[in-house]
C-alpha cells in the first residue's frame, strides 16, 4: 500500500526556516516524480514545486522561488522541503504528493499524504 | 500562468441529484485537466485525470467531459459521501501548475 507521511511542521517567526520531510512506502520512490502544494487555512490547494526522480530538474511556484529548496535522498525514500525566510503568507497545510506512473512527467497527483501544519507568526 | 475558474462557488443539492461543476480554463490546456475531492481535515483524492479518465477505485457515477478551455464534472446520483469540496487542476503549460480555487457541494 502506498504511503505518504509528512512531517517537520510546527510554528515559526517570519523570516526564520523549517525543512519539511515525507517518508514513502509502498511503491518505487526513485522512479517517480515528486511534488509539493499547500493549502492555506480556509482556502484551496496552491502548487509550491516538483521535482524528477533522479532530483536533476527542480520547479517552483514564483512566491517561493530562491526561499524554497525541494530536494531528495531516492536511498531513504524521502522528499524534503527546506523553507527559508518565512513569511506569515506561507502559513499553510503543506502536502506531499506522488505523481502517477514511473517515469513520467505527468504531473497527476495521484496519491498524497495527510499533511504537515506549518504556522508562521510572531 | 493559465487561471482555472470553477462554478458555481457552492452547489446545494440532495442525495440522489445529479451533481454538474464546471471548470474554465484561461486558455487551452487540450485535455489536460485533473479533478480532486477533498473532505474536512483530509487530503486530496484523485478523481478524474486528463479530463475523462477515472483514477483506480473511483466510482463510476463521477465522469469527467471537456477539452480545450471548458470541462465538466458529473456526479450523476449523489451519495451521502460525495458532499465535499472538489478541485480542477491543470498541467498543460507548467510551470506553475495551477488549481481552481474550488466548489463546495453541500447537503441541500
Known amino acids: 500500500e502506498e504511503q505518504l507521511v509528512e512531517s517537520g511542521g510546527g510554528l515559526v517567526q517570519p523570516g526564520g526556516s523549517l525543512t519539511l520531510s515525507c517518508a514513502a512506502s509502498g511503491f518505487t520512490f526513485s522512479s517517480h516524480w515528486m511534488t509539493w502544494v499547500r493549502q492555506a487555512p480556509g482556502k484551496g490547494l496552491e502548487w509550491v514545486a516538483s521535482?524528477?526522480?533522479?532530483?536533476?530538474?527542480?520547479y517552483y511556484v514564483d512566491s517561493v522561488k530562491g526561499r524554497f529548496t525541494i530536494s531528495r535522498d531516492n536511498a531513504k525514500n524521502s522528499l524534503y522541503l527546506q523553507m527559508n525566510s518565512l513569511r506569515a503568507e506561507d502559513t499553510a497545510v503543506y502536502y506531499c504528493?506522488?505523481?502517477?506512473?514511473?517515469?513520467?512527467?505527468?504531473?497527476?497527483?495521484?496519491?498524497w499524504g495527510q499533511g504537515t501544519l506549518v504556522t508562521v507568526s510572531s | 500562468e493559465i487561471v482555472l475558474s470553477q462554478s458555481p462557488a457552492t452547489l446545494s443539492l440532495s442525495p440522489g441529484e445529479r451533481a454538474t461543476l464546471s471548470c474554465r480554463a484561461s486558455q487551452s490546456v487540450s485535455s489536460y485537466l485533473a479533478w480532486f475531492q477533498q473532505k474536512p481535515g483530509q487530503a486530496p483524492r484523485l478523481l478524474i485525470y486528463d479530463a475523462s479518465n477515472r483514477a483506480t477505485g473511483i466510482p463510476a457515477r463521477f465522469s469527467g467531459s471537456g477539452s480545450g478551455t471548458d470541462f465538466i464534472l458529473t456526479i450523476s446520483s449523489l451519495e451521502p459521501e460525495d458532499f465535499a469540496v472538489y478541485y480542477c487542476?491543470?498541467?498543460?503549460?507548467?510551470?506553475?501548475?495551477?488549481f481552481g480555487q474550488g466548489t463546495r457541494l453541500e447537503i441541500k
Open positions: 504528493a506522488k505523481v502517477y506512473l514511473p517515469y513520467s512527467s505527468n504531473q497527476i497527483f495521484d496519491y
Open positions: 521535482i524528477k526522480q533522479d532530483g536533476s530538474d527542480k
Open positions: 487542476q491543470q498541467r498543460s503549460n507548467w510551470p506553475p501548475l495551477t
